[in-house]
């Protein structure tokens, strides 16, 4: 590796203020703010959203079908889709 050109990688404290989240970790970002943690005092850096409050990650995220999505997906590409779409493969080639 070239020497200097490297950003300076420190642990930095991580904090969902949210979720009550709070982990160290290695990074390169900066930060004015510092937190004693674990007996060390560290930059400290408040995130929106982690995966203790991001909602797909803590299942609270739910999916809706409002538009019969599946339903509309088995009409068209369902067994009769298939059959369908292999016999005109079949009929372009001439062959049955």
């Keep these: 590796m070239k ?3 490297h950003p300076d990688y420190h642990q930095v404290v991580f904090r969902d203020r949210g979720a009550g989240l709070t982990f160290r970790t290695g990074s390169t970002i900066a930060s004015e ?3 004693e943690y674990e007996g060390q005092t560290c930059p400290l850096v408040d995130v929106q959203i982690s995966s203790a409050s991001h909602p797909f990650w803590t ?4 999916v809706v079908d409002s ?3 599946i339903e509309r997906f088995n ?4 067994r009769e889709g298939a059959r369908n779409a292999a ?10």
Excluded: F, V
Aim: net charge positive.
């Design 67 to 69: 538009e019969g999505r």
């Design 87 to 96: 016999d005109n493969d079949m009929s372009k080639d001439g062959q049955r």
């Design 3 to 5: 020497p200097d050109i």
């Design 33 to 35: 703010a510092t937190i």
């Design 75 to 78: 009409r068209r590409y369902g």
């Design 59 to 62: 299942g609270r995220d739910k």
